[in-house]
């Protein structure tokens, strides 16, 4: 077996996790449920057998949850890089982007504070959103690509684009449930992912 050279952790919701078609190892200890395919972190590491990539995503938590256990998930793995993908159930549930940007920014800050890499993925599209909603996802997804460009350890990835219909990028081209993306999807984040993880290991 090749011994892991860099140790990636991917930190988020449900998008992380892999919803429906998977439970993560947070979720069901120790090493998950379901379908492995249906996890971008299967797919980075199916790439690259080199990378351990822990998955620690949770569904249905929004940001400021995901902040609040950034230390034991992230600071505690002994991660070269973190990949974040965090705000779609804020949106959701209604909270606004400036709440949102603020905990975002300050799991990036402690990230990058601590000398580890930082992938910012954007925020998913789901196809019930209203257009208030995707208005909101654009102004945070906006910010964070902002953020990245300004960070010398940070790197932009538009996770959202590698997901949505080629007609319609409010929607997502395959879902099972009109709120994740498919097996397919999480693949397709993860080709969008691996540019952006090598690019980031660089710096």
Request: aromatic share 6%.
């Amino acid at each position: 077996m090749t011994s892991p050279t860099a140790t990636i952790v991917a930190l988020g919701d449900s998008t992380t996790a892999g919803t429906p078609g998977f439970l993560s190892p947070l979720e069901h200890p120790p090493d998950g449920s379901g379908n492995p395919e249906s996890q971008y972190a299967y797919w980075l590491m199916h790439t690259h057998p080199e990378w351990r990539v822990l998955n620690r995503g949770v569904n249905g938590e929004r940001s400021d949850q995901i902040r609040a256990r950034f230390s034991r998930d992230v600071m505690r793995a002994g991660a070269d890089l973190v990949v974040i993908v965090a705000g779609v159930n804020d949106i959701y549930q209604g909270r606004q982007p400036a709440a949102i940007v603020e905990d975002l920014e300050a799991m990036y800050e402690l990230a990058l504070e601590n000398g580890l890499r930082v992938v910012a993925g954007s925020i998913l599209p789901y196809n019930t959103a209203t257009s208030s909603q995707n208005q909101r996802m654009c102004i945070v997804n906006a910010w964070i690509q902002r953020y990245a460009r300004h960070r010398r350890r940070a790197t932009w990835c538009d996770t959202r684009a590698a997901v949505t219909h080629p007609n319609d990028p409010d929607r997502l081209a395959a879902s099972p449930d009109d709120l994740h993306p498919s097996p397919d999807g999480y693949r397709l984040m993860a080709l969008a992912l691996e540019p952006a993880i090598r690019t980031a290991l660089l710096k």
